[in-house]
């Protein structure tokens, strides 16, 4: 019988699920769901299953969505940048949560207000590591920026893309 909080029954549901139809996503994304904050490693190992078996499948989108909603948003931004710079192909998988959810994390990992005070009082000081950081800077405010046009383009009346693009107005 399954209820709530019996791990031990939804993984074995989930494998079944797995084992009946290896192609279809929704057995590994909740096995992973299932493990995401308790062990990262086993559930983006059974994200990577998914991948052997539908080679097409947008699985580290589905890893960024995984950490955007356990609040990782450092490990979310890094899956949604590989996801939207990897083929322009996959940027027409991402939902419209995913472009709000990308750009929210990009800022998140490098507030570029603060960090511009943080380049300008390096640069006062002709430290070497102003550029490297620089463009750092500029890398994160640039894939936020465009996550945010492209979205906008496709969700234009999509209240978190708009609020995002003000942000760049500032």
Excluded at 18 to 42: E, H, R
Excluded at 64 to 89: E, G, H, Q, V, W
Excluded at 105 to 121: F, G
């Amino acid at each position: 019988q399954l209820t709530f909080n019996n791990q031990k029954e939804a993984i074995k549901w989930y494998n079944k699920a797995i084992d009946i139809n290896p192609q279809s996503p929704l057995g590994y994304i909740s096995y992973a769901k299932l493990f995401i904050k308790q062990d990262t490693v086993l559930a983006l190992k059974k994200l990577r299953e998914l991948a052997k078996h539908v080679p097409t499948y947008h699985v580290d989108l589905e890893i960024a969505r995984l950490f955007y909603d356990i609040d990782d948003l450092s490990s979310s931004y890094i899956y949604f940048d590989k996801t939207f710079y990897k083929d322009s192909l996959n940027r027409d998988k991402f939902s419209e949560d995913d472009f709000v959810h990308f750009a929210a994390s990009c800022m998140a990992v490098s507030d570029y207000r603060e960090l511009s005070d943080v380049l300008e009082a390096i640069e006062d000081k002709n430290d070497s590591r102003s550029d490297s950081i620089k463009n750092t800077v500029k890398k994160f405010f640039q894939n936020s920026y465009d996550a945010v046009v492209y979205g906008l383009n496709r969700y234009p009346s999509n209240i978190g893309l708009i609020r995002s693009a003000f942000y760049f107005s500032e």
